[in-house]
């Protein structure tokens, strides 16, 4: 079950298909996250991209805290049905999910983010492409954030625009930022 945390809809519950091959985040995790975002970010009509997106969990979020526009991308195709279908249940926005391959569809999109988040399955063993993939296109801009959900056994301090890594039990969020001032 997914629960909305805070926003429009909060409280909301989910019930997600027993059978998506997923491993939502945690709501101590998400809430973690979203209180440093709140931080850092107005979150009201801004931008997010959501990679490895599962269940939609973290773009439902978004959205009920303000987002204007979600894109959910995942390589599953129940998850994308899954995702759409709870969007439209959220009535009228600017969101969607896709299938795609990623990190491979980051090279092809056209649009920046505000935010970007990608919470990889724990076995995944293209982080360097990923994070090449995203910080060397035009998704991000000079505000933008770029989080990576991953567990404890990757530091990513040594790549560029790194910004900082928190850890909520046994997730961890490493932050990247073009902005030199945030």
Known sequence: MIRIISGKWRGKKIIAPADLPVRPTTD????????????????????ALDLFSGTGNIGYEFLSRGADQVICIDEDKQCVAFINKVFGSFGKHHSRAMQARIPHVLSKMNQSFDVIFADPPYRFEEYDLL???????????????????????FEFED????FETRNYGK?????F????EA
């Open 159 to 162: 790549k560029p625009f790194f």
């Open 28 to 47: 101590r995790a998400k809430e973690g996250l979203f209180n440093w975002l709140n931080f850092r970010v107005n979150l009201e009509g801004i931008s």
């Open 177 to 180: 930022t073009k902005n030199q």
């Open 171 to 175: 997730v961890h969020f490493t932050f």
């Open 131 to 153: 994070i090449k993939e995203v910080l060397e296109s035009n998704l991000l801009h000079q505000e933008s954030w770029f989080i990576l959900e991953h567990d404890g056994t």
